[in-house]
């Protein structure tokens, strides 16, 4: 080598010296800021998860009182339960409780401070034992939601008592309560088990939880084959022309396409010309089948198009038919993608509420539902509705009403990740 | 896979298409309409549910307007058996029930309904009439010099308005035009207080949207602000700022008063006795109509109706006033519950 | 009957015999347009019965481009449109009426770059005959499987791991076992473009004796880069130039003895 090309490669080794601290400067800054964005993002997302749980766990408890109930014969109507006056059995035990109450007005503000949902216990434990008729038997019944509030913090002891929900004697008496160990907090199974209600101690979100299995299992029933075919058909079988461009067009124009026009389709489609029961999971799986199926095509085309075209030939070359070559090549590879489409389409699905008003899933409903076609609520509905009532303790079950959707919402991505790990066999 | 994916979808929609016979048969009573009532219909459809042997009603909150256009929609099981609103059913929508087969529909009165401005309890207590609030309000006020013109709205705080009223900047949370509330507010409130202006109260008769146009355009500049329909982000709101002022119905007040306190409307304080005999001025009848085309069709209907209209729910101690609803007098009581008895048609 | 001139680069016609006495394959004016690229032009060839033929040329020419409308491999890419005749034994595979899936069966292909599929090395070389309904059971399965690797010359190196992805083999390993995937089908020809390009001595050595082997019952169509190796196994070769069959002929002639110009700088190494 001559001594000019020694001075040129010097050179260039010193040009790329030189522009090295630059480079990697800007691989410094882009890190930081990646650090950074995430920690932002993590630092919400524990706000967000704080604030809901620290609003919310509270609910997952209620306030019970004891009380000593004599199942009065005279009072039962062995035959007819719904024909009985529970709710005298519930006013003479708190009258035994409290002898020295008197008058129609204190008498009416001692029993505002057990639930109505009390009277609904006891019936149901007279049709469930009939045995119970005649005897005397200590009972936890649930506390009236104002109780509760008080005894969990929420509401003020304090202060003057208009201020207040519960007025001096009423604190009097759930004073005596907890010198009795009378009251006490317990698990609150009724939230998990009951349906909607407008006491906010008798509500639970079991109601709305069937309702979004319900739904959700139509939705993916649905969505998930007719997306995936649909985006294979296109991807593999459709001939390139102007008409598959046109349906191509429409299906990302249909992704983009705020939901509540969907719940709009579904009340003209669905409910008006096929009369479809309205408020039903039926008719709610079949809209938000409409909503998600774009996005599951959207994605699946994508994980269609990454799968190499040498595998494509290679099945081809050997004499598979060009269906042998999705189902046995294609397809496998293509599979993780496709289910992490359809998680997002189904998580976007979740958390809905736009199309279900039109279509009457926004809706009061206690019964659970106990198939597609009776009305049901959704769990992100559920949260709106709470979120909307007066009562001031239906602020804590919003919050774990969350914190249920939001645990749903974990579970659905969980069991996607270990899916697609399944299927994931990378060779 | 694929071939497994078709037959699966295949079986969904033969499943969605035997959903059409299903829905010939409705065993729930369905109810629409306003949300207003809303809070009420959904205790007595509870209770009704819980002793009765019927399935408990579904409900929902289409606003007033919306569910009457549902309500007239038809007879047959996909359209709703009873509606509730906020306010009295207009003719056009009795025609338009007719029209499509509706023919007859009851009236129930269920009780009153008031509308109340409030604040923070940690602030006084304001005292404001109705003209004073239309003043405060409206986007464009009649000029003060005398004139019959209106002017952009001048007022800044309330005390420009009425010496007597604090030095506070005026600032309003409402709720959107969607809502009932929003409806009766400018009727009972705003129109009312345009009318104490004669030359206002004359254009109300010779021009109706000319003086529409009046009294319910609502101040864009700050000093009003739609909060959304949620009623309990206002009560929030008001929390965190003393000096702002919200408007919402009463049973908003009634669960949050340890923390707020009612503006005093012409001199009377919105309480549920004032609210009750009429004296405090921003109240509203409620209202619901059944479809008597759907009794015998759908159980429970009737069952339904002879629970709503019981002493125990409506009563003047019934379960319905423990949730805010503001009953009717004995007399007015007497009368609905008859015509819920023998389902007596409407006649405006 | 051999041309004694030497034909000048400016000609771009075909030289040499381009039939062949027991044809196994007739193509006639085959064009291949990419879209408004026009690859091939007006080619015209035989491909004999159990003989092998190799195709080389200059990078780019369209050897691939050709040996893929044997089998009509083209027909999955978009923008490529053939004309022209081609026909098996009496048919012509481009007629409406013919169905590709066996025609591939028949014409099976090795492709320049290795693409096993993403599973078990048994399972690749399986993929085939199962789908055609070539084997019965178990048995004759792992029959096939076997004589087909050890044509390949592969089933030593992976006897011990047939359950191991394919994809984890090496490139030479890999383009073995696509030898091995093709023959396990027992097409009637076999088209390989470059199946050694990848292998070293001893395995291209390896292949070359499979490819004798194989003329015996199949006709081969071979692209190679290497001069020696078509001489080694071919009995006649065909050379491209831009898309231009320039000349075809007896191996050894076209080796010893080129008529065209463009034919001699090429295998001379003055070009390409
Ligand atoms: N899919 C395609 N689309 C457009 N043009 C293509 C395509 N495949 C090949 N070509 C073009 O056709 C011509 C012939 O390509 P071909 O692959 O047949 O060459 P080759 O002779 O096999 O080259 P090599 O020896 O490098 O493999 C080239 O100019 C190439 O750019
Ligand atoms: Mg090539």
Do not use: M
């Given at each position: 080598m001559s001594d000019i090309d020694m001075d040129k490669t010097n050179k260039t080794i010193d040009t790329v010296k030189r522009g090295l601290a630059r480079r990697y400067a800007a691989e410094r800054r882009f890190r930081l800021f990646g650090l950074i964005a995430i920690v932002i993002s993590l630092s919400f997302l524990v706000l967000l998860f704080g604030t809901v749980i620290s609003k919310g766990y509270s609910a997952f408890q209620q306030t019970f009182v004891q009380l000593e109930v004599t199942f009065d014969r005279a009072m039962i109507d062995r035959d007819n339960p719904?024909?009985?006056d529970f709710g005298g059995l519930v006013k003479a035990a708190m009258g035994r409780e409290f002898p020295e109450v008197s008058g129609r007005k204190d008498k009416r503000k001692l029993n505002?401070?057990?639930?109505?949902g009390a009277v609904y216990q006891l019936q149901d434990m007279v049709s469930t034992d009939?045995?119970?008729?005649?005897t005397t038997n200590l009972v936890w019944v649930p506390a009236d939601d104002d109780v509760d509030m008080l005894m969990k913090g929420h509401?003020?002891?304090?202060?003057?008592?208009?201020?207040?929900?519960?007025d001096d004697q009423q604190l009097a008496w759930i004073g005596k309560w907890e010198q009795e160990g009378k009251i006490r907090k317990q698990f609150n199974r009724a939230f998990f088990t009951s349906g909607d209600s407008r006491e906010p101690e008798l509500a639970g979100i079991w109601g709305a939880f069937v309702g979004t299995i319900l739904t959700l299992a139509l939705t993916l029933a649905l969505s998930f084959p007719i997306g995936i075919s649909a985006s294979i058909y296109l991807e593999?079988?459709?001939?390139?022309?102007r008409f598959v461009d046109l349906v191509e067009v429409n299906i990302n124009n249909l992704a983009a396409v705020p939901s509540i026009v969907f719940g709009l389709l579904g009340l003209a489609?669905?409910?008006?010309?096929?009369?479809l029961p309205r408020s039903s999971p039926l008719v709610g799986g079949l809209v938000l089948t409409l909503m998600t199926l774009p996005t599951i095509i959207i994605a699946s085309r994508a994980s269609l198009q990454s799968v190499p075209p040498s595998i494509r030939e290679a099945a081809l070359g050997i004499g598979a038919s060009k269906m042998q070559m999705v189902n046995h090549h294609v397809l496998p590879l293509a599979l993780p993608g496709m289910l992490t489409g359809t998680i997002i389409g189904m998580a976007r699905a979740l958390g809905e509420t736009a199309p279900l008003l039109m279509i009457g899933m926004v809706a009061f409903i206690v019964d659970i539902p106990d198939s597609f076609v009776t009305p049901a609520t959704a769990l992100p509905v559920q949260i709106f509705l709470w979120a909307d009532?007066?009562?001031?303790?239906f602020v804590e079950r919003t919050s774990a009403a969350i914190l249920v959707l939001l645990a749903f919402l974990v579970v659905m991505n969980s069991l996607a990740v270990i899916l697609r790990n399944r299927f994931e066999r990378r060779w | 896979m694929f071939k497994r994916g078709v037959i699966v979808a295949g079986a969904c929609l033969l499943v969605a298409m035997g959903g059409v016979g299903l829905?010939?048969?409705?065993d729930y009573i369905s109810i629409v309409g306003s949300s207003t009532v809303y809070p009420f219909a959904t205790v007595v459809a509870e209770k009704f549910g819980r002793i009765s042997s019927f399935k408990t009603p579904a409900i929902e909150a289409t606003g007033s307007g919306g569910g009457l256009k549902l309500f007239c929609?038809?007879?047959?099981?996909?359209?709703?058996?009873i509606t509730n609103s906020s306010r009295r059913i207009k003719a056009s929508e009795v025609k338009n029930c007719n029209d499509n087969g509706v023919k007859q529909i009851v009236e129930i009165k269920i009780g009153y309904d008031g509308i109340v401005l409030a604040n923070s309890k940690k602030t006084v207590p304001l005292n404001i009439s109705r003209k004073e609030l239309f003043l405060a309000l409206a986007k464009n006020i009649p000029d003060p010099k005398g004139s019959e013109m209106v002017i952009p709205n001048?007022?800044?705080?309330w005390h420009d308005i009425n010496?007597?009223?604090?030095d506070n900047a005026i600032e309003v949370l409402g709720p959107p035009p969607t809502s009932g509330t929003r409806d009766a507010f400018m009727e009972l409130v705003m129109e009312d207080g345009g009318k104490e202006f004669p030359w206002i109260k004359a254009l109300g008769k010779k021009d109706k949207n000319a003086f529409k146009q009046i009294c319910h355009s609502m101040r864009?500049?700050?000093?009003?602000?739609?909060?959304?329909?949620?009623d309990n982000l206002i009560v929030q709101k008001l929390e965190v700022n003393p000096k702002a002022f919200g408007i919402f119905g009463f049973s908003y007040l009634d669960q949050n008063s340890d923390k707020l306190q009612g503006t005093l409307v012409d001199g009377e304080e919105p309480t549920f006795e004032a609210i009750a005999d009429g004296k405090y001025p921003v109240s509203r009848p409620l209202f619901f109509y059944v479809k008597k085309a759907h009794v015998g069709m759908i159980p429970g209907i009737k069952e339904f109706l002879n629970e709503f209209t019981s002493e125990k729910a409506?009563?003047?101690?019934?379960?319905l006033t423990d949730k805010g609803l503001i009953p009717m007098p004995k007399a007015e009581r007497v009368k609905f519950r008859n015509d819920a008895g023998s389902l007596n048609n409407l006649s405006l | 009957m051999r041309p004694v001139k030497k034909y000048g680069s400016e000609h771009r016609g075909t030289v040499g015999?381009?039939?062949?006495?027991?044809?196994?394959m007739t193509c006639r004016n085959v064009n291949v347009y990419y879209g408004d690229k026009h690859?091939?032009?007006?080619v015209s060839i035989d491909i004999g019965r159990n003989e092998v033929i190799a195709m080389i040329g200059?990078?780019?020419?369209g050897k691939s481009t050709f040996l893929r409308c044997l089998n009509r491999m083209?027909?999955?890419?978009?923008s490529c449109r053939v004309t022209g005749e081609i026909f098996l034994d009496d048919q012509n595979?481009?007629?409406?009426?013919?169905?590709v899936v066996p025609l591939r069966a028949q014409v099976g292909m090795v492709f320049q770059k290795p693409n096993p599929f993403p599973k078990s090395i048994y399972d690749n070389v399986a993929y085939g005959p199962k789908i055609h309904g070539l084997v019965q059971n178990k048995v004759e399965q792992d029959e096939v499987v076997e004589t087909s690797l050890k044509k390949a010359g592969l089933w030593e190196e992976v006897k011990d791991r047939l359950?191991?992805?394919?994809?984890?083999?090496?490139g030479g390993q890999q383009q073995r076992l696509c030898i091995a995937r093709t023959i396990a089908v027992n097409p009637e020809v076999i088209l390989m473009d470059?199946?050694?390009?990848?292998?070293?001595p001893i395995a291209t050595a390896k292949i070359e004796e499979l490819i004798d082997e194989l003329r015996a019952h199949y006709t081969i169509a071979i692209v190679t880069h290497s001069m020696q190796q078509a001489a080694r196994v071919s009995q006649r070769t065909a050379y491209f130039h831009l898309g231009d069959l320039i000349e075809v002929g007896e191996t050894k002639q076209i080796f010893t003895?080129?008529?065209h110009r463009l034919t001699e700088d090429y295998i001379t190494g003055r070009f390409g």
């Open positions: 719904a024909n009985s505002g401070l057990v639930s109505t009939p045995g119970l008729i005649g509401a003020k002891r304090t202060g003057a008592e208009s201020d207040r929900r519960l593999e079988f459709a001939p390139r022309n489609v669905f409910i008006n010309f096929f009369h009532s007066p009562e001031r303790a | 829905a010939q048969a409705r929609g038809g007879v047959g099981v996909q359209y709703p058996d001048p007022y800044k705080t010496p007597a009223l604090p864009e500049d700050g000093a009003f602000i739609e909060a959304g329909e949620n409506w009563g003047d101690e019934g379960y | 015999v381009i039939t062949s006495e027991n044809p196994r690859a091939i032009l007006d200059p990078s780019g020419c083209n027909d999955t890419i978009d595979i481009y007629d409406k009426k013919i169905d359950a191991h992805p394919g994809t984890g083999l090496s470059e199946p050694c390009s990848a292998l070293d003895n080129p008529s």
